[in-house]
């Protein structure tokens, strides 16, 4: 079966799309990856989403107007990536994120716009959109989902592996050795690129809206005390299940950073930033992993950070630290193509989310599947 993936994360950079072909055992699928794509957002659609992200307040009106136009972009890119590829069966579309809201002693909350139903009236293709809200509702923080994916495609028969993203925020999926019969973890590590991306676009006054290859951050010193005084967060402390988001490493915790560090050279605060990205996953490795793993596989834009890679490694001596490119998934599409395979294991009846890991009571299928009237099929 021809599915498309979409997502759009916490970086709010554009919408990666993959077309994947998927065969066998629908439990075990065979991925392969035809076409992997980023569209990015209009500018004035960016800035609307990260005022959203950030508390904008919305009349009922620009919500709905906001929402369309998410939906509207989403299915753009399914139709733009389908051109080469037709028939397209499914498409799995996360959306967008603009709030997020973890359990505590309530129930979590979790807004992802984008309809489904509109994409899949635009492009007349089934669509499965909304993943996160079933495991919600059971108690769970409906994220992490793509450890399972991972799980499913990434397990070695002999090695423990970590798959880290490392997109506007971080998360870790603990994939044990297939010899091996332990359970798996996973868990929002913290920041990844976002505040990295907020103090470029700072410092830059708008310029730039990232630190291509850690270039910028690698000319700077790390100050470890202001680094360790970051790591008191008591996110980072907190035991899993556990995710987060822009409300708690967005615009409001850059400035208090921005603060801490006043009279620093620039690339001084982003060699501490990349620093406590990193420290927060070392760290997190050492405290909820079973064990440290053999490979971490690195994925996400944050996979592309040569300084972040190599302070990573210098923390990690016995662990080897690759891409999950190295290992035959691409790096840049692996999220677009979780949400292709979620899509189709909601199709065929599979539960997607790990509950040992979103910390939800049951299994659950995820997503809401939007169907299309027989003849109106546009890439199908
Ligand atoms: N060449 C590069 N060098 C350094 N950083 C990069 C590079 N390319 C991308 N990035 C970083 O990766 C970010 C985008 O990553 P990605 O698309 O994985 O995030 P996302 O999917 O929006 O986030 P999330 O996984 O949290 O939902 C950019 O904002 C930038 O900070
Ligand atoms: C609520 C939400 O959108 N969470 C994202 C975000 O981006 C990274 C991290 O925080 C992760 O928990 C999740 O995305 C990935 C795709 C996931 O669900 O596995």
Redesign the pocket.
Known sequence: MRVIGL????????I?AAVVEITGDPARPQVTLLAGE?YDYPADLRAQILAVCGGAALSMQQLAQLDEAIAQAFAQAALKIAQDHRPITLIGSHGQ?VFHRPPTDQLGYTMQLGRGDLIAAVTGVETVSNFRVADIALGGHGAPLVPPVDVALLSHPTDDRAVQ???????VAFLPATNRTETFAGFDTGP???L??LAVAHLSQGEK??????AWASQGQIHPNLVQQWLAHPYFQQTPPKSTGRELFGVDYFQQCLADAAGLPAADLLACLTELTVLSIVQSYQQWLPRLPQQVLL????S??GY?RSRLQQHLPTTRVLTTTAVGLDA?SK?AIAFAVLAYWRKHGIYGNLPQVTGAREFALLGEIYGVAGNSAVIA
């Open positions: 997502m759009s994360g916490t970086s709010v950079d554009g990666d980023t994120t993203n490392i997109g506007g925020i971080g998360n990844g690129n976002v990295l991306d809206t990232y630190d291509a290859d850690g994925c996400g834009g944050g592309h950070n972040l840049d999220e």
